[in-house]
């Protein structure tokens, strides 16, 4: 019992020790694994993907992804250094490459590194969808999501091994903790923790595309062609992303507020 305590105390300390201030929300998030280790092994993992893969050059959608790319960084490093977060990027390394898929999909890596499949073009539609979603994928990359989750990741796992010790030499609680354990921490904890970041970073590429002189409702229209893809999509609750029609609510309300933060840096018209 006292190894058990010493784990809990343990636990405590490592979360209120390893924090940092998201720029955007001004809240306090988990930083168990430093980007100092992150960002490299997100270069070196980016630069192998693009080595497996048919990268898409001197085309017309690989130069509208560069050029939508630039304006998003450019509109994220204008925002932070407006907000007192001057040399918040010193670390990051921008690119921004199309990939030859037909799956619906586009990421970016801790440090600016950015892939867009071809299989989602014909659902962004035009450049101020494309914005839409560059934007949301470097969200998760400027608000730290992969180094919470990581952290999170970390934390489930010691939680796990402190209930086990804890139950030492009895085998069959030890079982029912474990299927209680990963059930619980997963959909009560992890789940919705997944779906947080997706609503996060869904507001701060609103304000990033808006910034980027995109308009912000381009975003609800994507996710209405989106949802038109959709077949036999997870329950809400049992999914990393919200639903569609959820998405679809909360980036309407926010336009408005987009848009407002983007005429405080002289932003006054929005491309469609």
Known sequence: M?????????????VVVACSTNPFTGKQTLAL???SQILPM?????????????????????????????????AAERYLNANGYA???K??????????????????MPGGKIVVYTGILPITSNEAG???????????????????RMSAAQLQQLGAVAGNIALAGDAE???????????????????????????????????????AGYDPAAA?????????????????FLSTHPASSTRIQNIQAWVPEAKAEARKFGVTSFKR
């Open 87 to 89: 040399g918040y990027l």
């Open 220 to 236: 609800a229209q994507l996710w209405q062609r989106m949802q038109a893809q959709e077949n036999g999509a997870p329950l809400e």
């Open 173 to 211: 609680n030890q079982q029912i903790f474990n299927t209680a354990y990963g059930l619980g921490s997963n959909l009560g904890v992890m789940l919705p923790f997944s779906r947080s970041h997706e609503t996060e970073a869904d507001r701060i590429g609103l304000t990033l595309m808006a910034i």
């Open 2 to 14: 006292k190894f058990t305590k010493s784990i809990a105390i343990l636990l405590l300390g490592m």
């Open 91 to 108: 670390d990051y390394r921008w690119e921004y490459n199309l990939v030859q898929s037909p799956d619906i999909n586009a990421w970016c």
């Open 33 to 35: 694994v430093p980007n």
């Open 130 to 148: 494309l914005a839409a979603v560059m934007g949301h994928e470097v969200a998760h990359a400027l608000a730290n999501h992969g180094q919470q």
């Open 42 to 74: 997100a270069f070196q993992q980016y630069n192998e993907f693009l080595s497996e893969h048919k990268v898409v050059n001197n085309t017309a959608d690989a130069r509208m992804v560069k050029s939508v790319g630039q304006k998003i960084a450019t």
